[in-house]
């Protein structure tokens, strides 16, 4: 099977940055690509952003400019994230794509506060 662990969550105060990072594992022979998606409370889980082993990016509107995903390796992702936001804490959730289906990672939580 294959398993996304993410680290790097927690409290940041409005303005600061944190970095986010997930890494794969398992039975993994390609991938198509790896992301990033956040789910808040009351609200369904939307995307934040992804990398293709291409190297092609996708932001949300919200985070561009603002959040930068990167391939540390090939199964390995992450986000740095720059000038938090109150309205992007969320649960952050790992994403990998293998071209036949979709892993999730557990989550990680970020809470942006003062």
């Known amino acids: 099977q294959v398993q996304l662990v993410e680290s790097g969550g927690g409290l940041v105060q409005p303005g600061g940055s944190l970095r986010l990072s997930c890494a794969a594992s398992?039975?993994?022979?390609?991938?198509?690509?790896m992301g990033w998606y956040r789910q808040a409370p009351g609200k369904q889980r939307d995307l934040v952003a992804t990398i293709t082993s291409g190297g092609e990016t996708n932001y949300a509107d919200s985070v561009k400019g603002r959040f930068t995903i990167s391939r540390d390796n090939a199964k390995k992702v992450s986000l740095q994230m720059d000038s938090l936001k109150p309205e992007d804490t969320a649960v952050y959730y790992c994403k990998l794509d293998n071209y036949r289906t979709n892993y999730w990672g557990k989550g990680t939580l970020v809470t942006v506060s003062s």
């Open positions: 398992g039975n993994i022979f390609s991938i198509y690509a």
